[in-house]
């Protein structure tokens, strides 16, 4: 049907466009290794040409008597026949070398090109996509395409180039015997059709239900704690056991039509084989006259050297034929993996139309704001180039922040926060409570543009959030959440992450404000100790603080600070505490906590109930006020 086709004729675009970008990343090895394919296959081509040749040298020795008469032809055909080879062994190598490196160079480009594609696309992309699929992207898939352009794609072109050129011959040598090889090549592709192409679709198939299979593991690993705290192994396997079973499924029906397609094949080839030698043979013995594509010719007939000539032509014929259908499975994953790799490039890129960018400055002997460098800098400031008139005003960086009736929704059809309207002056502390799904990380997400909201308007030191370039926002805003993100690499490393041009002393120093120095001087090899991507070498409470010190040595003005204490012990949280006073001090904040008592000192509290701002007010003001706020500090109601 119509859909049917569209689908097909996409997956060649994409294959297309596969090729091509490959051809447009490296033309001139490309090209090289095009002609070099076709010198390869020079041999195959002069072979039966040179075999027919000295086979009748031969029989015209015999009928003389004489071996001196033909002794120049025939050395000259198997001089030609010799360097045929030779040539052709040296454009085989080339090729495979080019094909083999370039393959592999690609493969490396186009790995760089998906990661550097991810950077840019919108978080929520990443919360609306298996974290397991996308590592299956840059690896079974790609791995699809560097067996496509390393191996099918050069054997289906040898292949073509010889099948042509053997087909040619053949015409030239006996349209009798072509016939049969033609009626044979058709019978191959028929089968070739019908079972190929069972085993194509189920190869498509097992790289989608792979990606599953992989997420699924990746999903297991991360939460390994939770499965054995509760004892959750046994549905676990379960469940993986389906996942494997229809992996299992697609791959044994995809395999089960590949392994037979080349069986059948090969005795169809035989069978052609038999049957070309038994019809040449009638034809000699009974001296039926020539007909080759360039006329009949009834005084001659067929002669020992075509037939000699023509058998070796036959077996080549259905083995390019052989070649080819057995490339139909790597060329169906292939696709399969191509579509899912162009399907992550295709992705849109996060749109930012912001033009304010962030500078550092200084104040002039006039007392106006000026650009320089970061040994001259002594603030931060919004550099804003005005159209109208071509001018650039600097606005000082101070972290306050407003909002003015924000609509939000994750998806359109359903709006997660309504009329939210609140202010944060410099160095306030704003706390938020509320229950789970309240909206309190939402604000967050909102003002750190992760996400656009729907209505309303958000400002920064008064300049509205949509015209701030993204990256020079979130590099004004310090966050340190509640699971903490830990990289492979030192300690060191893992506090420069907030600012990477930071010295060791600013990161010392940092780590000596989050109250994280302590217990880092006592490790074995201090700020340099290794610790792994997950952080599992040093406690909940020793990652949060150095996340603490990660967002100190940023310098931001504004901190996002999200139930950094909600999973660490009482005890360690008095640590972690300390380091985030030190932390808040003269910075705007926002602090979303479950436990009330750490909020207390906030300038203002913003109580959150489904979407909206219900009481607003310090701790006293609303504990004054006897409503929902303060049912959750007396216990009455407690937060879930």
Request: with cysteine; aromatic share 8%.
């Amino acid at each position: 049907d119509l859909a049917t086709e569209k689908v097909k004729n996409k997956k060649r675009h994409v294959l297309l466009r596969c090729i091509m970008d490959y051809y447009k990343a490296h033309p001139i090895a490309l090209l090289i290794s095009a002609i070099c394919t076709f010198i390869s296959a020079l041999g195959p081509i002069v072979a039966p040409l040179m075999i027919q040749r000295v086979t009748n040298l031969i029989a015209t020795a015999i009928e003389q008597g004489s071996f001196a008469s033909v002794s120049k032809d025939f050395y000259e055909a198997l001089a030609i026949m010799i360097s045929a080879y030779v040539i052709s062994l040296a454009g085989g190598f080339t090729y495979s070398q080019l094909t083999a490196r370039y393959a592999q160079k690609y493969m490396h480009e186009l790995r760089c090109r998906l990661f550097e594609h991810m950077q840019d696309l919108p978080i929520k992309y990443f919360d609306t996509h298996d974290k397991g699929e996308i590592m299956s992207t840059f690896t079974n898939d790609v791995d699809t395409i560097r067996q496509l352009l390393a191996q099918s794609i050069t054997t289906v072109l040898i292949c073509s180039v010889t099948f042509i050129s053997v087909f040619v011959i053949m015409l030239l040598s006996s349209i009798y015997l072509t016939i049969i090889v033609i009626l044979g090549t058709i019978a191959m592709i028929l089968v070739t059709k019908f079972v190929g192409g069972k085993s194509a679709k189920n190869f498509t198939a097992q790289q989608h239900v792979l990606a599953k299979e992989e997420g699924y593991v990746e999903e297991m690993m991360n939460g390994l704690k939770v499965i054995k705290s509760f004892t959750h192994e046994e549905e676990c396997k379960k469940e993986f056991e389906q996942h494997v079973t229809e992996l299992q499924k697609v791959s044994t029906d995809a395999h089960k039509f590949a392994n037979i397609l080349m069986p059948i094949l090969g005795n169809i080839g035989n069978f052609l084989y038999i049957l070309v030698a038994v019809v040449a043979t009638i034809l000699f013995i009974f001296e039926v006259p020539e007909l080759t594509i360039t006329g009949y010719h009834p005084d001659s007939y067929i002669s020992i050297g075509v037939i000699v000539s023509f058998l070796p032509m036959v077996r080549q014929f259905t083995n390019n034929v052989s070649e080819v259908s057995n490339q139909i499975n790597p060329i169906a994953m292939a696709i399969g993996g191509t579509s899912r790799v162009y399907e992550l490039l295709d992705e849109e890129k996060e749109t930012d139309e912001g033009y304010v960018t962030l500078v550092m400055g200084k104040y002039d002997e006039n007392g106006n704001i000026v650009e320089c460098n970061r040994k001259e800098h002594t603030l931060w400031a919004w550099k804003h180039p005005h159209t109208a008139d071509g001018s650039i005003t600097y606005t000082l960086l101070q972290g306050d922040i407003r909002m003015f009736n924000v609509d939000f929704g994750y998806v359109p059809d359903k709006i997660v926060l309504h009329d939210v309207s609140l202010y944060a002056k410099p160095g306030q502390k704003i706390a938020f409570v509320g229950a789970t799904g309240a909206g309190k990380t939402t604000i967050t997400n909102l003002i750190n543009r992760f996400y656009d909201i729907a209505d309303g308007k958000i400002r920064y030191d008064g300049i509205n959030i949509n015209k701030i370039k993204k990256k020079d926002l979130r590099r004004s805003l310090g966050m340190v959440l509640q699971d903490t993100n830990l990289f492979s690499g030192t300690i060191m490393d893992n506090i420069r992450f907030g600012r990477l041009d930071a010295t060791d002393e600013e990161c010392i120093e940092a780590a000596k404000l989050a109250n994280a120095d302590s217990f880092i001087s006592r490790l074995p090899q201090g700020y340099q100790t290794y610790i792994k991507g997950n952080g599992s070498s040093i406690s909940q409470g020793q990652a949060q603080l150095l996340s603490i010190a990660r967002a100190a040595v940023s310098g931001c003005p504004v901190m996002i600070l999200d139930e950094a204490t909600s999973s660490i012990d009482t005890r360690t949280e008095q640590i972690v505490l300390k380091g985030m006073q030190n932390l808040m001090k003269g910075r705007t904040v926002f602090l979303i906590a479950h436990r009330l008592s750490t909020i207390q000192d906030a300038e203002a509290i913003m109580v959150l109930e489904h979407g909206r701002i219900i009481e607003r007010g310090t701790h006293e003001q609303l504990i004054a006020l006897h409503g929902y706020y303060y049912q959750l500090y007396t216990g009455v109601f407690e937060l879930e």
